[in-house]
Structures are given as C-alpha cells and as structure tokens.
C-alpha cells in the first residue's frame, strides 16, 4: 500500500518584511507558503520550515510605465478580474485551475511550480514578462525564460513582483482531449509595439518554450497517454501557424 505523506511543519513564520522572508528562506528544508496549492498538494519527503508570505506587501495589480506589475501573491482569481492584464493573460489564468484553486494560487507560486504545461507561464514567456527576484545579496530582475530554463535562479530568494509589457497583439490556440482539459499541445503568440514577435509553446518539452515559428524541426516532445511525440510535433506546427497568423492579423 502507498504510503500517504503530509506535510509535517516543524517550524511556521509569518515575515513582515521581504528582506526578513528571504533571511528565512535560507534555513534547511524552508518552504516559501503563498497560496498553499502548490506545497500542499505535492508535500515532501522532509519536514518542512514554512515561510507564509501574507503578511507581505506583495500583492495587487498596477499600472507602470510600458506595463502592468502584478505582486507576486496575487491570486490568479484577482488577475482573471482586473482589467489591467491583457485579455490572453487574463484568459490563460483563467484556464490555468479551477476556481477553487484560483481564489488561492498566486502568480509567484505558479511560477515556482514550473509546471511544464502550465497556460499562464506559457502566455507570460510569450509576453516577455521580467520577474523580481530578491536574493540574499541583491535583487535582480530575470526574464520568466531565464526560471523556467534555471529554476536555480530561485534558490534562497523570492519573488515579488512580475511585470508584462502592454500594447501590441496576441493570439492562443489550443489542443486537448476536451475544451476544459489542460492542452495536450499549446501555443502563445505575441507581438509588441515594437513589432518583435515571440511565441511560446507547451506540450513539446520539459517546461513551456520559446521557440522560433520556422525552426520547429529542432522540438522533441515527450510521449504519454494523451499523445506521441511525432503528435505533438504535427500538432505544435499546426498551432504556431495559426496564432502567427492571427496576431498578423491584429488579433488584441
């Protein structure tokens, strides 16, 4: 029989200030707790020095100037609400959990999870969206790319902010067993006001990828139940074509 494991807390801290939640995120075993979904639903083999993030000043959605800057324990049900976040980011958190786990997962806690098929961290690489790190010695802005390549750059630190560029045109297309299911294959386009364009894939490797739309012949997609790799490499191609087709088209 499997065993179950829970979560054991052996110690609980609730910091007031960012420099003092990331002086504890340095002790052995600390787990940083936002939402709770994510350490709760997969606890480890260690028992654990929660660090509970609320206390923080780190939430919200504002204005700045280029963008919009989301704290990072916003829940994803306030950026499925506010009307600052583009409309295909607000759509991928929407689709990214049911509403009982968007009222308590964050945006910074999706972004540690590094869920290889997770919708929103897909739209947000396809965004370009810079994340605030603070380190023990320094606090550092990475592009979300740069984490989902080296989730390292997490190590001892925390997020406080993620920021996405506004204007321009994007586009999301899709591939699942049915229209609620998480995509088998899913790809983001975005193009800024500067023209640039990027488009960001899941479904083709071990976490969600940016990937050159007339390059694709490099992709070597996983195997599983719900679709082979030669699929998903069919698939993805079929995907990447139609959103840099609408985002050509001036889909907002």
């Not at 001892?156 to 560029?165: A, F, G, W």
């Not at 070597?220 to 840099?244: K, T």
Request: proline content about 7%; hydrophobic content about 40%; aromatic content about 2%.
């Amino acid at each position: 029989m499997e065993r179950v494991r829970t979560l054991v807390i052996v110690k609980y801290h609730r910091p007031h200030t960012v420099d003092e939640a990331v002086s504890l995120a340095s002790e052995p075993n600390a787990v940083i707790l936002a939402g709770g979904t994510v350490v709760n639903a997969h606890p480890r083999e260690v028992d654990d020095a929660v660090i509970d993030l609320q206390a923080l000043d780190i939430s919200g959605v504002e204005s700045v100037p280029g963008g919009v800057r989301i704290g990072a324990i916003t829940t994803l049900r306030e950026m499925v609400n506010s009307d600052l976040i583009p409309r295909i980011i607000s759509d991928l958190a929407h689709r990214e959990a049911p509403n009982t786990v968007r009222n308590a997962a964050t945006i910074g806690g999706t972004i540690g999870a590094r869920d290889p098929e997770s919708q929103l961290l897909t739209g947000l690489l396809a965004f370009g969206a810079m994340v605030s790190v603070v380190h023990p010695e320094i606090t550092a802005d990475h592009p979300i790319g740069a984490l989902l390549e080296d989730p390292g750059l997490l190590d001892r630190s925390l997020i406080t902010h993620v920021t996405i560029p506004d204007g321009g045109t994007a586009a999301a297309g899709r591939t699942g067993r049915t229209p609620l299911d998480t995509p088998i294959v899913l790809a983001v386009a975005h193009r800024d006001r500067g023209g640039d364009l990027t488009v960001a894939v899941s479904g083709v490797a071990d976490r969600p990828v940016a990937v050159e739309p007339t390059s694709l012949e490099d992709l070597e997609p996983p195997d599983d139940f719900r679709g082979s790799s030669e699929y998903r490499h069919a698939i993805a191609g079929v995907l990447v074509g139609r959103v840099v087709a609408a985002v050509e088209g001036g889909v907002r």
